[in-house]
């Protein structure tokens, strides 16, 4: 039984000759397309599964989430949200699930559009469609568009339909793409702001560094990192967070996590937290693409730090049409 979440990104086409002869000239790149579950033990559907794992700027691209409603909906309401990755919010919108909205981004930069869903929805596969445009105005210098949308349904009783997170991301050309997204809240000393590298390769070691402001000094302190694929857990590691510790990905069959420890006590003021990752070359496409929780607390029950650190394959562009 799965839940097929269809995404439709719309982005202008610029043509260089002939619409009909020539392929389409992409002004603002390739864009690397990965996805968080948001939902809990509590939500009836979990997406499992995001595909494609690349979108071409200019052209229309069909982003489909896999999962598993487990029970009947009979009604529900939708909230869709989208932000940049700095945190800039371009759009809040919510309503009714069984009719169709279009809401739109600030200046002409976009647009959502929730499609709507015949109720009741039963137990087993069922589509939902969202269109989801984003305009060339919002690249930066350079033509990398970092987002994340949020896309959730509820029913009017409370009940938790689904949650997912589309995340897009400037295609590089190292093998596989780094985003990330701070899960800490109003309790937790450090709000990461950002995460070198934006890329890496298999089957070479890399260092990942998290960077943000804490705002107290901090004299100890304990981690947790968690990695998840789609079809399950890869890696359960904790710790001093003082101490160097390496831990393996599915046992060490795929590769390795190494924490490195921080030096206490850490002042006040810029901070930095790196992992090393290192990835076998004989990883199967299907298991680049995960999700790695790093955290840490004091000894006192503090929150340090969060980080979610997603990872996402290449993949050659697939031929649309526009």
């Known amino acids: 039984m799965k ?25 603002g790149g390739v864009l690397a397309l990965s996805y968080r579950d948001c939902g809990d033990s509590e939500t009836h559907a979990k997406i499992t599964a995001l595909s494609p794992s690349t979108m071409t700027i200019g052209k229309k691209t069909t982003i489909t989430g896999t999962g598993s409603l487990d029970q009947d909906i009979s009604d529900g309401t939708f909230t869709m949200s989208t932000a940049l990755s700095a945190g800039v919010p371009l759009l809040d919108c919510t309503g009714d699930a069984s009719v169709q909205k279009k809401c739109s981004f600030p200046l002409g930069s976009g647009s959502i559009t929730f499609d709507g869903v015949k109720f009741p929805i039963k137990a087993g596969s069922q589509d939902i469609n969202v269109d989801l445009y984003l305009s060339p105005i919002l690249l930066p210098v350079g033509g990398i568009l970092k987002t994340t949308t949020e896309i959730k349904t509820v029913a009017k009783n409370g009940d938790k339909i689904f949650c997912i997170k589309v995340l897009t991301g400037k295609k590089n050309e190292n093998g596989i793409s780094l985003s990330y997204e701070d899960c800490g809240d109003a309790e937790t000393h450090v709000k990461i702001t950002g995460l070198k590298p934006d890329s890496i390769k298999i089957g ?20 947790h990192m968690q990695t998840f694929y789609s079809g399950g857990d890869l890696l359960d590691c904790s710790g001093d967070a003082s101490k160097t510790k390496t831990c393996g990905l599915f046992g060490g069959l795929l590769g390795k996590l190494t924490y490195d420890g921080l030096t206490f006590p850490v002042k006040k003021g810029s901070s930095s937290i790196s992992v090393d990752l290192a990835l076998n070359s004989l990883v199967p496409a299907g298991l680049a693409q995960t999700s790695t929780k790093l955290s840490a607390t004091t000894k006192a029950g503090d929150k340090i730090f969060c980080i979610d650190v997603f990872t996402a394959p290449q993949a050659e562009p697939s031929t649309l049409i526009v």
Do not use: F, M, N, R
């Open 204 to 223: 070479q070691k890399a260092t990942i560094t998290g960077t943000g402001t804490l705002d107290k000094d901090i004299s100890d302190g304990t981690y």
């Open 3 to 27: 839940v097929a979440l269809l995404v439709t990104v719309l982005v202008p086409l610029a043509w260089s000759h002939s619409e009909e002869t020539e392929q389409a000239h992409v002004e």
